[in-house]
Nanobody, 119 residues
Framework: QVQLRESGPGLVKPSQTLSLTCTVSGASITTNYYYWSWIRQPPGKGLEYIGYIAYSGSTYYSPSLESRTSISRDTSKNQFTLQLNSVTPEDTAVYHC???????????WGQGTQVTVSS
């Protein structure tokens, strides 16, 4: 059974860096053809795709967030991490990690973690 769990601070100040970690169990993030994504949902809005890191370590970022986003991984801990720089209140959202991405729709999701950007 694949399980994903997000962790990180729930409150970030404007202009700082948001950093979240997704811990995966029940599957290896290096297994061929698996993609591991970050997705967010701002309050009152729909889901917004942020990007993914593939089994190979390659990454993809949404063009609207690419300049501020970095996704990395720690294979020894079976974790992948989102960093979003120079945050503003518009980055306030529930952030989810998920298995899937690219041509593969996410089929396993973490429960999500609320991140609020406020001074």
């Amino acid at each position: 059974q694949v399980q994903l769990r997000e962790s990180g601070p729930g409150l970030v100040k404007p202009s700082q860096t948001l950093s979240l970690t997704c811990t995966v169990s029940g599957a290896s993030i290096t297994t061929n053809y698996y993609y591991w994504s970050w997705i967010r949902q701002p309050p009152g809005k729909g889901l917004e795709y942020i990007g993914y890191i593939a089994y190979s370590g390659s990454t993809y970022y949404s063009p609207s967030l690419e300049s501020r986003t970095s996704i990395s991984r720690d294979t020894s801990k079976n974790q992948f991490t989102l960093q979003l720089n120079s945050v503003t209140p518009e980055d306030t959202a529930v952030y989810h990690c998920a298995r899937g991405g690219g041509s593969y729709p996410p089929n396993y999701w973490g429960q999500g973690t609320q991140v609020t950007v406020s001074s």
